[in-house]
């Protein structure tokens, strides 16, 4: 009886590995097949073999695009509750054909594309960012190519997202399915002063858009720098938090022929911002707005070049070539150090 019981057991197994196998090649054949903008981060774990590790922006979600009783208070209570729940991430597209996020909910759409997610094991931090893992945080690579993804994502301090190829199914599983490089990459360069006490105070921001790719494109320097946006990193930051810039939701300088750089494959545009002018101020609620500097060092921002829209652009000469996304910067604090 017992050998029959443990037999019963391993073909169960057995049946259950080769239906999430037979899943998984079912998705990647017939699922929705959508791109998420990434970067690795680890290039292998000899626990798991070689593999690529990768975090994307839907991985942090802002508390301000919860949907559902997620919007309850939030707590250990909260957090353990939720724990092993599925989690849906409802998904748009964007103009360049990279999928951002909508809205996250504990309610299963009736309709429309979203990935089933769940908490990650170190949950909620307190930082107003929900992390969560879709299963498809790990790429696996032959063992050297996993290495090979890893250093080139930093070409000469210029980094260079991933694009992954991800297959959805109905019920929102997914499984990665390839990956692509993203023509554009971007540097950032720091530079800091130094009062008679030895305390350094970030003054300026130097943000480089690189082609990387084989052909020509072309990016947009609107004047005054309109073309970067600043946005607190809540996830990395240790100091004030919840800050916002000025300038964010304000409308834009209409984008001309004049403003539109072509980049030969190599060749790059440097946009400085004087992070002392008042329109790169951040303000919490209420608060007067401040300079970077004025904060503590623990605050974490990025800069975001983000480009006008293909309609905003439809009528320029070059509007073939222009690189159409988002791109962030490394993240760097009020203090002057960088974090990559």
Known sequence: MRIRILISVVVLQLLVLAYMAGEREWIVRYGTVVHLQTAPLDPRDPFRGNYVRLDYAINHVPAT??????????????????????????????????TGLEYVTDRKPAAGLFLRGKLERYGYSGQGV????????????????????????????????????????????AVLKGHAWSALGIGLQLDSGTLSNRITQLRKATVQLVNVSSNDLAVVDLPDAQS???????????????????????????????????????????????LDLPRWFVTNGPAPAQALRELSSGSMFRLIYRPPSRAACRNLTQAALIWHGELPSAAFSSGGSRVD
């Not at 949907?67 to 092993?84: D, F, P, S, V, Y």
């Not at 690579?141 to 930093?154: G, I, N, P």
């Not at 970067?228 to 300038?247: C, I, K, P, Q």
């Open 65 to 98: 695009l919860l949907r559902g009783t997620l919007t309850n208070a939030w707590g250990a209570a909260r957090e353990a509750e939720l724990r092993g729940k599925p989690l849906y991430a409802v998904l748009q597209s964007s103009d360049d054909g990279i």
């Open 130 to 173: 929900i992390p969560l893992q879709y299963g498809i945080e790990a790429y696996f690579v032959q063992e050297d190519k996993a290495k090979a993804l890893e250093e080139r994502r930093r070409r000469d301090g210029i980094q260079v997202p991933l694009e992954m190829a991800v297959a959805v199914s109905g019920r929102g599983v």
């Open 228 to 274: 970067l946006a600043l946005e607190s990193d809540a996830l990395r930051s240790w100091g004030e938090r919840n800050l916002t810039w000025v300038m964010a939701g304000k409308p834009r300088t209409a984008v001309t022929d004049a403003d539109v750089v072509v980049l030969k494959p190599g060749e790059q545009r440097a946009i400085t911002v004087d």
